[in-house]
């Protein structure tokens, strides 16, 4: 199993500019999520998917988009890229969401910078 | 209030020493508990989940303080392998989503 993968692993942007980070899993996990991380903050959920077909805002969505047609897939949308979008983005995925988590993986993350 | 909480260290410490630390949570009806690890530029990985009554894998110890709202980990007989960034997640009940603390860094050297 390859796990979660990502691409691109770095990416510069001018602002205004759109873009798609991809992010595939093939573990069959239904739930999958996106997540920035910046410094001092932490990992914070953009959006996430509990299944194919459904998508919800988590802490921080504006300026983003999502969409999961496929189980594996779930591609994350900038729409106008603002210098306040440079971070680190996870893609992660894990089994199920219930009561009790089980692992969440992780892919290995884009490193975007808007100039 | 945020709804994970660790101090953010460093905590530098000398190879094979002991080094603890603790992360608070807000929410008392929180029901997962896990530490992951993450290395300087790469993603988070499991380390381990936190059970009711304490669980150890190896040099690893998790504990967990529902009284108090804490959990905590501890690092027996330090290796330099051991620097990294430790998140405390916690997950809610009916809760998709995990919550990640910041991160406590832990730097073992030589």
């Known amino acids: 199993n390859a796990g979660v993968t990502q691409t691109p692993k770095f990416q510069v942007l001018k602002t205004g500019q759109s873009m798609t980070l991809q992010c595939a899993q093939d573990m069959n996990h239904e739930y999958m999520s996106w997540y920035r991380q910046d410094p001092g903050m932490g990992l914070r959920l953009i959006h996430y998917s509990v299944g194919a077909g459904i998508t919800d805002q988590g802490e921080v969505p504006n300026g983003y988009n999502v969409s999961r047609s496929t189980t594996e897939d779930f591609p994350l949308r900038l729409l106008s890229a603002a210098p306040s979008q440079t971070s680190v983005y996870f893609c992660?995925?894990?089994?199920?969401?219930?009561?009790?988590?089980?692992?969440?993986?992780f892919g290995p993350g884009t490193r975007l910078t808007v100039l | 209030r945020k709804e994970v909480e660790q101090d953010p260290g460093p905590f530098n410490v000398p190879e094979g020493a002991t080094v603890a630390f603790n992360c608070t949570y807000s929410?008392?009806?929180?029901?997962?508990f896990f530490w992951y690890r993450q290395d300087c530029r790469k993603e988070p990985k499991l380390l381990m989940s936190v059970y009711s009554s304490g669980n150890e894998d190896g040099r690893f110890t998790a504990q967990l303080n529902r009284a108090s709202q804490y959990i905590s980990l501890l690092i027996r007989d330090s290796k330099l392998s051991d620097s990294a960034t430790y998140l405390c997640v916690v997950n809610n009940p009916g809760d998709y989503k995990l919550s990640f603390g910041a991160g406590t860094t832990v730097t073992v050297r030589a």
């Open positions: 929410n008392s009806a929180s029901q997962s």
């Open positions: 992660a995925s894990r089994r199920d969401g219930g009561a009790f988590s089980n692992e969440q993986f």
